[in-house]
């Protein structure tokens, strides 16, 4: 009795998985799934016009917030229920294993088409986040899985009436010169610089930047393979930038603990003169004060030896489901997506870099300044290497306590160090 009901039971379950699912795939049909709430309008009104032009349905099927959908595409790859297209939100580790499960087309192929006339109106870094090399760390095979609706990059943003008024001609282009108009907003009552920096990775994201400005790009791969420690004096020059701004008193009180939205509601409504901040900021700032007079600089240098880098990359990227009975029209639909004039629609109604560079003369002034960075961006994702995520967090947590002047430079990179080599020891077992 028991073996027969544990036989209906996988019975009903194998029913469930199979024909609960998904329904059969329509013939002129792709379908999509997205997380993407200030984007959604836009998109269907491009769904709609691609219908009219070509026949084919696209359903766009909103699922938010982005977690919610991240939990919705893994629930589906397992039950082998992907739509058409859709998106991974995780790290590149994700990506390959979805890739490895035969759940995401290789569109190399497609990209190649035609003297690769679709991949060369993409941005490089954008394809580069999900593309992988020969001899990839993740074994996977070699080419380009994913299309970018979109490109991002995170730099310093500046008040230009609050500048003024404390006597600021021009933006700073050296770390000299930044703390220099500190001290001049100082002098007049305006608060220096805002940022999220009370979510781990926003300053992670800052102190990298001047990581890849004083320690150089080499050194911290070597650091990350365990050649180069933390209390080297590079490193500890890297965390003596966040010791400097909160001993210049540089940074807007509470900026440890503040959380993104915060600080652009700060920024926003000029409450300090600098910011730390997205691209995707620009339609943020603007729905919060459409009078917002603001421009863009990378961080300001400190070293002379190695360029300033910048996080950025592809925002929001779509993927193929490689078992999708409509694969061909799902790739038709992206390459059409991310060509010029759709791309230049998508830019004007949601505020966000196109990643077609193509499109780039339709663009908001303001996001053409976000626009010209993007041959110094770098990201985690198309690094050699990634460190330890345990070691990533002691590093932003003590820069943390570094900015509130509870521990030196030298405490934290000892910490973070001892972590390090602990992390080290229990790869090695």
Request: charged share 25%.
């Amino acid at each position: 009795m028991k073996r027969n009901i544990v036989l209906i039971f996988l019975l009903i379950l194998a029913v469930c998985i199979t024909g609960c699912g998904k329904p059969a795939a329509k013939k002129d049909e792709v379908v999509v799934w997205h997380w993407m709430t200030d984007r959604d309008k836009a998109l269907q009104t491009l769904a709609e016009k691609y219908q009219e032009k070509t026949g084919v349905t696209i359903s766009l099927e909103l699922y938010a917030p982005s977690n919610i959908y991240s939990q919705k595409i893994i629930s589906a790859a397992q039950a082998r229920v992907l739509p058409d297209i859709f998106g991974i939100l995780d790290e590149k580790e994700i990506l390959g294993e979805f890739i490895k499960s035969g759940n995401v087309a290789n569109l190399t192929e497609a990209f190649q088409a035609n003297n690769a006339v679709w991949k060369k109106s993409l941005f490089p870094r954008a394809l580069a986040a999900s593309q992988f090399e020969d001899g990839n760390f993740y074994d996977v095979i070699p080419g380009i899985y994913g299309v970018p609706l979109d490109v991002t990059n995170i730099q310093m943003l500046y008040n230009k009436k609050l500048l003024e008024k404390a006597g600021i001609k021009n933006p700073p282009g050296t770390f000299k010169e930044f703390l220099g108009a500190i001290a001049a907003l100082r002098r007049v009552g305006i608060s220096g610089m805002v940022s999220g920096w009370g979510e781990p990775w926003l300053i992670n994201c800052f102190a990298s930047n001047y990581a890849f400005n004083i320690v150089g790009e080499e050194k911290i791969m070597a650091t990350y393979r365990g050649e180069v420690s933390y209390t080297d004096s590079d490193w500890l020059k890297v965390l003596g930038v966040f010791s400097t701004l909160h001993k210049k008193q540089a940074l807007m009180e509470g900026i440890a603990t503040k959380g993104n939205k915060y600080a652009e509601q700060d920024f926003a409504l000029e409450r300090a003169a600098f910011a730390f901040n997205g691209s995707w900021c620009v339609n943020v700032y603007n729905n919060m004060n459409a009078e917002l007079e603001y421009g863009v600089m990378l961080p300001p240098a400190i070293s002379k030896n190695f360029p300033m880098k910048i996080w950025g990359g592809a925002g929001s990227s779509f993927v193929v489901n490689d078992k999708s009975p409509n694969k061909d029209k799902a790739v038709a639909f992206l390459k059409w997506l991310t060509a010029k004039e759709q791309q230049a629609y998508l830019a004007k109604e949601t505020h966000n870099l196109p990643s077609n560079r193509q499109a780039l003369d339709a663009i908001p002034e303001i996001l053409s300044e976000f626009a010209e960075a993007m041959d110094s961006t770098t990201h985690p994702t198309i690094w050699e290497l990634n460190e330890d995520a345990l070691v990533i967090e002691a590093f932003d947590r003590g820069i943390q306590s570094i900015i509130i002047g509870e521990k030196s430079p030298k405490k934290v990179a000892r910490e973070v160090q001892a972590i390090k080599e602990r992390q080290m020891k229990k790869k090695k077992r």
